[in-house]
């Protein structure tokens, strides 16, 4: 028997990556993923939170709300030392213009354009929320930390990936294979750790 879980996003990759980390640990077909798209449409409330954990809940929320399926959501951002951990949860619109990769980038290099190397530390956060039909909400994190470099590096990943190298590597989240990123990214590790509690609630 297989239990029907919503992922509250439309992003295919976010999917695949989820639902390949459920059947590692629970064995598969255990649970069937589905996304927004295949679901009847709801109108998705804005992501006010102020931090990384209340949007992902907000999501999550919504999801039981109008599917009645149990419902994961994250929210994910770079959070940089020298920035006082800011863009964080504005990270898709800190240029002003929401998923304006290139825009962001750039914003956060003229940002911190004088910060010595020795302060250009920086993080990808991911929250991930699981909240079910009963009402009962879990919330996990997870964090890839690692510096800002002063130029793009690399034609992978989106968002930040080319300027962020993470601890013990030499190469920009970009010029990572998606398998090499996946495997020490903030989503990575924060959908690992939910995977257990889906384990213990829903397999």
């Known amino acids: 028997m297989t ?3 919503l992922l509250a996003t439309r992003n295919a990759k976010k999917l695949t990556e989820l639902q390949q980390i459920l059947d590692a640990a629970l064995g598969a077909s255990r649970i069937q993923l589905v996304g927004l798209d295949a679901v009847a449409e709801y109108l998705e409330v804005p992501e006010t939170g102020l931090t990384f954990g209340e949007n992902a809940l907000i999501k999550a929320r919504e999801g039981v709300r109008h599917t009645g399926l149990p419902t994961v959501a994250d929210d994910s951002g770079l959070a940089v030392d020298a920035l006082s951990g800011m863009p964080g949860v504005f990270s898709a619109r800190w240029s002003g213009r929401h998923g304006d990769d290139r825009a962001n980038l750039d914003l956060v290099l003229a940002q911190t354009a004088d910060v010595p190397e020795q302060h250009r530390g920086a993080a990808f956060v991911c929250a ?4 079910l039909p009963g009402g009962k909400e879990h919330l996990v994190d997870g964090r890839m930390t690692g510096r ?16 962020f190298i993470a601890e013990g590597q030499q190469r920009t989240n970009a010029e990572l294979t998606p398998e090499e990123k996946n495997a ?14 889906i384990a213990k609630e829903l397999a």
């Open 3 to 5: 239990t029907k879980l």
């Open 128 to 131: 991930a929320a699981l909240v």
């Open 148 to 163: 800002l470099l002063r130029a793009p590096r690399g034609e992978g990943g989106f968002g930040y990936d080319p300027i």
């Open 184 to 197: 020490i990214s903030h989503r990575g590790k924060a959908f690992r750790a939910l995977a257990k509690v």
